[in-house]
């Protein structure tokens, strides 16, 4: 397994609770991917066995998936497990890694957080005004609700990558000190 390619995390009380929290989110959203598991084998039983596939079955593994999606990003981000296009980056200093997370996070996550959850307010407030359920009449009665994990993992995502600026302004106020140079 490869090391996350983050700068070596410094103390930083607020990142480290910042990360304290996403980690218990993050975990607690995992066992959604258990359940999924078990939905998708009992859909599969119901559907080859019994020839009896069931419209809510279906539409909860899509909620239980974008909620493990959703939810998991943020831990991705604090834990450098994410997917990262490296081609220079791993040559860099200690110090060109914090400024690189400082702009990505500055310049393309908070920005693209920040549209992804000013504009999903309405798409989900629209949802719990109307009651909004499935299209199937054997479907899913609360599409509301997973409608609302989108802003609220948006803003999870944001604080996540807020620890890992705080961590990356801390190697550069130490002027590149910590970590290989």
Do not use: C
Request: proline share 5%.
């Amino acid at each position: 397994m490869t090391q996350p390619s983050h700068p070596p995390p410094l103390s930083s009380p607020l990142a480290d609770s910042i990360e304290h929290v996403v980690r218990l989110v993050g975990r607690t959203f995992a066992w959604s991917y258990l359940v999924l598991v078990l939905v998708i084998i009992a859909q599969v039983v119901l559907r080859k066995v019994f020839n009896n596939g069931q419209i809510a079955l279906e539409e909860l593994q899509w909620h239980l998936y974008a909620i493990g999606v959703l939810f998991g990003l943020s831990y991705a981000e604090i834990t450098g497990t994410h997917v990262r296009v490296d081609i220079f980056y791993h040559r860099f200093t200690a110090k060109a890694k914090a400024w690189v997370e400082v702009v990505t996070v500055l310049f393309f996550v908070w920005p693209f957080m920040y549209v992804i959850f000013i504009h999903s307010l309405d798409f989900v407030y629209e949802a719990w005004r109307v009651g909004e359920r499935s299209n199937a009449p054997s479907g899913l009665p609360w599409r509301w609700l997973i409608k609302s994990a989108i802003p609220f993992s948006a803003a999870l995502l944001a604080f996540a990558s807020l620890a890992r600026l705080l961590r990356a302004m801390a190697v550069i106020r130490q002027g590149g000190q910590h970590g290989s140079e």
